[in-house]
């Protein structure tokens, strides 16, 4: 189902037609994982997990087969602002260690079974200066979420997704300040590991973009499209059309979680499809986590990006729906089942 966006004013028809998940799934779910042989719920959030892929399966007993994880690399303006570490071209230099299978997330993809790609957004054309003018014009932004949306593998059946880009951590933090309010300070972090000079470096140019388009702060796709950077609009794109095809997506660290919260912000409800897979140790992570009421799955201190952590929570998942499609039921087995009348104080042992 391939789209093109014409104008923001497209994305947004797109966006106010999303659907919900399969409540019937969800009720025949329910009533299988009732039945397992265990205590009811003593898998914890494994049976949350479980029922709620079955509701976006739209199947009592989901599965991960065929998970996908998809990285946007792009260049941003502002990095010329001192913001990063490291130079600008290394973000096309991490492209073809992507490529090549040389970087973290391609030996996590080898380690959990997933398919890998990276989708590298005009590297040698950086987003504007958002201190001074949009990151991107409309033209640039819509044509960026048009990537993101026709890069969906319509096989899939989990989607991660990251981004690789110098400089996207201040946009993420401009992002979010911009979605979110409060000071520069209360989003911007360390990133790639800047000092205290460069972190004040961060905060003023955050400060700066935030002022010069404070105007557009109650549209969250214009703050996306004049903060932001063309991984974020991709990551953006890639989120809903995964909603409009009904398959759950696993979020990333800060910054692509500060692109999916454009979604939540434009549509609440919009990210109904979605689990935090990680908290990463960027410390604006989990204040954004909370705004959209995700509590994420694992908390391993990871600051990488590149979609790692997201990555790393689809055997978490895999685990969880082995149990609900897999186990036997009580009848199945043979197994005598919760008595109601006697005690279930929730102890799991037999």
């Given at each position: 189902?391939?789209?093109?966006?014409?104008?923001?004013?497209?994305?947004?028809?797109?966006l106010?037609?999303?659907?919900?998940?399969?409540?019937?799934?969800?009720?025949?779910?329910?009533?299988?994982?009732?039945?397992?042989?265990?205590?009811?719920?003593?898998?914890?959030?494994?049976?949350?997990?479980?029922?709620?892929?079955?509701?976006?399966?739209?199947?009592?007993?989901?599965?991960?087969?065929?998970?996908?994880?998809?990285?946007?690399?792009?260049?941003?303006?502002?990095?010329?602002?001192?913001?990063?570490?490291?130079?600008?071209?290394?973000?096309?230099?991490?492209?073809?260690?992507?490529?090549?299978?040389?970087?973290?997330?391609n030996?996590?993809?080898?380690?959990?079974?997933?398919?890998?790609?990276?989708?590298?957004?005009?590297?040698?054309?950086?987003t504007?200066?958002?201190?001074?003018?949009?990151?991107?014009?409309?033209?640039?932004?819509?044509?960026?979420?048009?990537?993101?949306?026709?890069?969906?593998?319509?096989?899939?059946?989990?989607?991660?997704?990251?981004?690789?880009?110098?400089?996207?951590?201040?946009a993420?933090?401009?992002?979010?300040?911009?979605?979110?309010?409060?000071?520069?300070?209360?989003?911007?972090?360390?990133?790639?590991?800047?000092?205290?000079?460069?972190?004040?470096?961060?905060?003023?140019?955050?400060?700066?973009?935030?002022?010069?388009?404070?105007?557009?702060?109650?549209?969250?796709?214009?703050?996306?499209?004049?903060?932001?950077?063309?991984?974020?609009?991709?990551?953006?794109?890639?989120?809903?059309?995964?909603?409009?095809?009904?398959?759950?997506?696993?979020?990333?660290?800060?910054?692509?979680?500060?692109?999916?919260?454009?979604?939540?912000r434009?549509?609440?409800?919009?990210?109904?499809?979605?689990?935090?897979?990680?908290?990463?140790?960027?410390?604006?992570?989990?204040?954004?986590?909370?705004?959209?009421?995700?509590?994420?799955?694992?908390?391993?201190d990871?600051?990488?990006?590149?979609?790692?952590?997201?990555?790393?929570?689809?055997?978490?998942?895999?685990?969880?729906?082995?149990?609900?499609?897999?186990?036997?039921?009580?009848?199945?087995?043979?197994v005598?089942?919760?008595?109601?009348?006697?005690?279930?104080?929730?102890?799991?042992?037999?």
């Amino acid at each position: 189902m391939k789209q093109h966006f014409e104008s923001v004013a497209a994305f947004r028809q797109v966006l106010e037609t999303i659907q919900g998940p399969d409540s019937s799934a969800m009720r025949e779910a329910e009533e299988r994982n009732g039945q397992l042989t265990k205590p009811y719920r003593a898998l914890g959030r494994l049976d949350e997990i479980a029922v709620w892929y079955s509701a976006w399966q739209r199947t009592p007993v989901p599965s991960v087969s065929f998970p996908w994880v998809t990285v946007f690399a792009g260049n941003h303006g502002v990095a010329r602002r001192g913001v990063s570490a490291y130079p600008s071209e290394v973000t096309a230099q991490m492209v073809e260690n992507f490529r090549q299978g040389g970087a973290a997330i391609n030996q996590i993809c080898q380690a959990v079974g997933a398919r890998f790609q990276v989708v590298a957004l005009d590297l040698d054309r950086p987003t504007a200066d958002f201190t001074v003018e949009p990151a991107m014009s409309e033209a640039e932004f819509t044509a960026a979420l048009t990537i993101g949306w026709d890069s969906f593998e319509p096989a899939c059946d989990t989607l991660v997704v990251g981004e690789m880009g110098i400089g996207n951590t201040t946009a993420a933090s401009a992002v979010a300040a911009g979605l979110f309010g409060g000071p520069p300070s209360r989003w911007v972090g360390s990133g790639t590991g800047v000092d205290a000079v460069g972190l004040d470096v961060k905060r003023q140019v955050v400060e700066d973009g935030l002022r010069m388009h404070r105007s557009v702060f109650g549209d969250p796709l214009e703050i996306a499209r004049c903060l932001g950077g063309r991984e974020f609009a991709a990551m953006i794109g890639a989120i809903l059309r995964a909603r409009v095809e009904s398959v759950p997506v696993l979020l990333d660290g800060f910054i692509c979680t500060a692109a999916a919260a454009v979604l939540e912000r434009a549509k609440p409800g919009a990210l109904d499809h979605c689990l935090a897979g990680h908290l990463s140790a960027e410390r604006a992570h989990g204040r954004i986590l909370e705004a959209i009421g995700k509590k994420p799955l694992l908390s391993l201190d990871m600051r990488l990006g590149e979609a790692t952590g997201g990555a790393l929570a689809i055997p978490i998942v895999r685990a969880a729906l082995q149990c609900q499609s897999g186990m036997s039921t009580f009848a199945d087995a043979a197994v005598s089942g919760r008595d109601d009348a006697g005690d279930d104080s929730g102890s799991g042992s037999r």
